[in-house]
């Protein structure tokens, strides 16, 4: 797998969340690696545009079914120019409240660049526990095709 770098909104931190509010300042970002994400199950990557109805789609796919997610993670990955589109898509899909399992940011370590078949999005991504891509699909992905890769 190539290098993973999600950046992403830092709303771990509900006293930062209220002094940056007050101060009229945006909550600062924070950044998850490859390293931060290896757990020894498979890991789905999503690379998806926050503006995208079948993006949401898929997304809503995926949280609908949330519970076969015993120990894979999935990692909803936009563009880097796609941040300011990020809080409208978790409005809409409500992933922030699954943080344990998705995690969602922009692409600043060019994964995007290396991984996207540039055929249609969602694109998904699968990887094993030793990081090996096993299978992508692009477009909305049936949640019966993707089950046999969540663990």
Excluded: W
């Amino acid at each position: 797998m190539p290098a993973l770098r999600v950046v992403m909104p830092d709303s771990s931190t509900p006293a930062a969340e209220k002094k940056n509010k007050r101060k009229g300042t945006a909550t600062g970002l924070k950044a998850i690696t490859s390293r931060d994400l290896n757990n020894g199950a498979n890991l789905l990557v999503m690379m998806f545009n926050p503006t995208c109805g079948h993006c949401e789609e898929q997304t809503r796919l995926l949280t609908d079914h949330i519970f076969l997610f015993k120990n894979s993670r999935l990692v909803l990955l936009a563009g880097p120019m796609m941040l300011p589109y990020l809080e409208h898509f978790n409005q809409n899909t409500q992933v922030s409240g699954f943080p344990e399992t998705i995690l969602m940011g922009v692409d600043s370590a060019g994964f995007i660049d290396r991984t996207f078949l540039y055929e249609t999005l969602p694109q998904i991504n699968i990887y094993d526990h030793d990081r090996k891509l096993i299978k992508s699909f692009t477009g909305v992905t049936p949640i019966d095709t993707l089950k046999q890769y969540i663990e």
